[in-house]
């Protein structure tokens, strides 16, 4: 990404710090250089020659999911080229008040054009302001408005231009006769000659307070500001509701839930055409959210009555995997298969031929982890037969999930899974890793107390080769993780609803 040559604050080729700059993980949080990262960040107020500066306007949700997800449609559309090298065109800047969990990050990019492409997808933005004007009172503000280049105004000031304000109180709300004042006051500042237009408006513009913030209502204490901007581009959170799990005919206790599946998929840089896998599919919500991206789905699981059997609805309907798709109207699955990760029932020599693997392994607090167990007999009648299976570690099942990923991705495919983040049982050093995947991001979403997981991100950049694979897991050893003893953990003591959450 690029650095504003004159800004004597930056980043060395050796990677050391010096002042303005820091390289982070895709959660935005400053780490050490040993960790993974994706985006370079400049400090607040920092210049960027030949791209444009935004205000990305976030919710207040899965904090360190959010960034990372911004970079991975920047990825996914072209914009940047991650995980490759540090990109040209997407450059982040830091929230006013150097406040990392605030809700108001800059984004340096190419033009509105990159940034409606990015906001088509993403789930954690509500919109993508082109700034005209900020301050530390309300005053400050429109005199930054003032001084907006005439120049820059005018295709939006002008008398055959419509517009509409959204004035919003971050953390809090306003009245309607409230909002208004603020509207008549910007009539100076901004100049517009144009009509109002509620329903309908060419343009909107808004206006963002952020002024009680010891009124935190659990927020970030983020510093009192004003923001004024021209929206860009908003994200569209609607399909979050229409895909909600209580609309569902077709659930399971561990279902993911839709808007984590959408973000999901995003990481993958799931889009239209692309051929998604999911080998632990169980209802199949992943897919759900990668069909309604226009992909192709293929799912697998280990229990055939998921596959095939399913269960009966509150009406009495029989209803499985394909239901769901039915109800949104949705493709089917090209392809929904009987298999476990340990035994793929896969051609030999079937490589590259996936574009992204995303999924939610069996953690084992409940119920262990199952694989096909090595039996040697004939069954009687293969419709109604169900293999036996053996205990799966979680250590084993993800050493085998990354070793498909890197066969069976293309190059810059992604493979997008969950991993238990309990502490005492979670170390960096033992997120699973493979000569053929890049790290992209290691993102922690809270479950409880107790309980957590993260959300690993992994892209194939080199070709799969067997003798490497082969060696750099003889070198790592037996494929075994503290996490495989989170059962004993979870109920050697007291109980906690966390653990429905890692089930």
Same mark, same amino acid.
């Given at each position: 990404?690029?650095?504003?040559?004159?800004?004597?604050?930056?980043?060395?080729?050796? %990677?050391?710090?010096?002042?303005?700059?820091?390289?982070?993980?895709? $959660?935005?949080?400053?780490?050490?250089?040993?960790?993974?990262?994706?985006?370079?960040?400049?400090?607040? %107020?920092?210049?960027?020659?030949?791209?444009?500066?935004?205000?990305?306007?976030?919710?207040?949700?899965?904090? !360190?999911?959010?960034?990372?997800?911004?970079?991975?449609?920047?990825?996914?559309?072209?914009?940047?080229?991650?995980?490759?090298?540090?990109?040209?065109?997407?450059?982040?800047? =830091?929230?006013?008040?150097?406040?990392?969990?605030?809700?108001?990050?800059?984004?340096?990019?190419?033009?509105?054009?990159?940034?409606? #492409?990015?906001?088509?997808?993403?789930?954690?933005?509500?919109?993508?302001?082109?700034?005209?004007?900020?301050?530390?009172?309300?005053?400050?503000?429109?005199?930054?408005?003032?001084?907006?280049?005439?120049?820059?105004?005018?295709?939006?000031?002008?008398?055959?231009?419509?517009? /509409?304000?959204?004035?919003?109180?971050?953390?809090?709300?306003?009245?309607?006769?409230?909002?208004?004042?603020?509207?008549?006051?910007?009539?100076?500042?901004?100049?517009?000659?144009?009509?109002?237009?509620?329903?309908?408006?060419?343009? #909107?513009?808004?206006?963002?307070?952020?002024?009680?913030?010891?009124?935190?209502?659990?927020?970030?204490?983020?510093?009192?500001?004003?923001?004024?901007?021209?929206?860009?581009?908003?994200?569209?959170?609607?399909?979050?509701?229409?895909?909600?799990?209580?609309?569902?005919?077709?659930?399971?206790?561990?279902?993911?839930?839709?808007?984590?599946?959408?973000?999901?998929?995003?990481?993958?840089?799931?889009?239209?055409?692309?051929?998604?896998?999911?080998?632990?599919?169980?209802?199949?919500?992943?897919?759900?959210?990668?069909?309604?991206? %226009?992909?192709?789905?293929?799912?697998?699981?280990?229990?055939?009555?998921?596959?095939?059997? %399913?269960?009966?609805?509150?009406?009495? $309907?029989?209803?499985?995997?394909?239901?769901?798709?039915?109800?949104?109207?949705?493709?089917?699955?090209?392809?929904?298969?009987?298999?476990?990760?340990?035994?793929?029932?896969?051609?030999?020599?079937?490589?590259?031929?996936?574009?992204?693997?995303?999924?939610?392994?069996?953690?084992?607090?409940?119920?262990?982890?199952?694989?096909?167990?090595?039996?040697?007999?004939?069954?009687?009648?293969?419709?109604?037969?169900?293999?036996?299976?053996?205990?799966?570690?979680?250590?084993?099942?993800?050493?085998?999930?990354?070793?498909?990923?890197?066969?069976?991705? =293309?190059?810059?495919?992604?493979?997008?899974?969950?991993?238990?983040?309990?502490?005492?049982?979670?170390?960096? !050093?033992?997120?699973?890793?493979?000569?053929?995947?890049?790290?992209?991001?290691?993102?922690?979403?809270?479950?409880?107390?107790?309980?957590? /997981?993260?959300?690993?991100?992994? !892209?194939?950049?080199?070709?799969?080769?067997?003798?490497?694979?082969?060696?750099?897991?003889?070198?790592?050893?037996?494929?075994?993780?503290?996490?495989?003893?989170?059962? !004993?953990?979870?109920?050697?003591?007291?109980?906690?609803?966390?653990?429905?959450?890692?089930?």
């Amino acid at each position: 990404m690029r650095v504003p040559q004159e800004n004597p604050d930056v980043l060395e080729q050796d %990677g050391t710090r010096s002042g303005n700059e820091e390289h982070c993980s895709p $959660s935005g949080r400053a780490q050490e250089a040993s960790e993974t990262h994706q985006c370079r960040v400049i400090g607040t %107020g920092a210049c960027v020659p030949n791209l444009n500066r935004y205000l990305v306007y976030f919710v207040h949700r899965h904090l !360190e999911y959010r960034l990372a997800e911004v970079e991975a449609q920047a990825a996914a559309t072209g914009i940047a080229d991650l995980p490759g090298g540090l990109t040209e065109n997407l450059i982040w800047e =830091r929230p006013h008040g150097e406040i990392l969990d605030s809700p108001f990050w800059y984004l340096h990019l190419p033009g509105d054009g990159a940034v409606q #492409k990015l906001a088509q997808q993403i789930m954690l933005s509500k919109v993508f302001l082109e700034i005209w004007g900020e301050g530390d009172s309300w005053e400050e503000m429109c005199d930054s408005i003032t001084s907006y280049p005439a120049h820059l105004k005018a295709p939006y000031a002008a008398e055959d231009q419509s517009f /509409r304000f959204v004035v919003e109180l971050w953390g809090g709300t306003l009245q309607i006769p409230e909002q208004v004042a603020f509207i008549n006051q910007l009539e100076g500042p901004t100049q517009f000659k144009g009509r109002i237009d509620l329903q309908h408006p060419q343009h #909107k513009f808004w206006v963002i307070m952020v002024v009680a913030p010891e009124l935190t209502n659990g927020l970030p204490k983020v510093p009192a500001r004003y923001y004024f901007g021209r929206e860009v581009a908003a994200s569209d959170r609607s399909i979050i509701k229409r895909y909600e799990l209580p609309s569902r005919r077709y659930l399971g206790p561990t279902s993911m839930e839709a808007e984590m599946a959408f973000i999901m998929c995003n990481q993958a840089k799931v889009s239209r055409g692309s051929l998604v896998f999911d080998p632990f599919v169980g209802t199949g919500s992943i897919l759900v959210a990668a069909a309604h991206r %226009g992909a192709y789905t293929l799912g697998a699981d280990i229990d055939m009555r998921v596959i095939k059997l %399913g269960k009966k609805d509150g009406g009495g $309907s029989a209803v499985n995997v394909r239901t769901n798709f039915d109800d949104y109207g949705l493709p089917q699955p090209v392809g929904l298969l009987r298999a476990d990760l340990h035994r793929l029932p896969l051609r030999p020599g079937l490589e590259e031929v996936l574009d992204a693997i995303v999924c939610d392994p069996p953690y084992g607090v409940r119920a262990g982890g199952r694989k096909t167990a090595a039996r040697d007999y004939t069954p009687r009648n293969r419709d109604t037969h169900i293999p036996a299976t053996d205990p799966y570690q979680l250590g084993e099942c993800l050493r085998d999930l990354l070793d498909a990923a890197a066969r069976l991705l =293309r190059i810059g495919g992604r493979l997008v899974y969950f991993l238990p983040a309990i502490p005492g049982y979670y170390s960096p !050093e033992e997120v699973p890793a493979h000569p053929a995947l890049t790290l992209v991001a290691n993102c922690e979403q809270v479950l409880s107390t107790r309980y957590s /997981r993260r959300l690993i991100t992994m !892209e194939k950049t080199a070709g799969y080769d067997t003798s490497a694979a082969e060696a750099y897991h003889t070198a790592s050893g037996p494929p075994s993780m503290a996490v495989d003893k989170l059962h !004993e953990h979870v109920y050697a003591g007291r109980n906690d609803k966390g653990a429905d959450d890692l089930a």
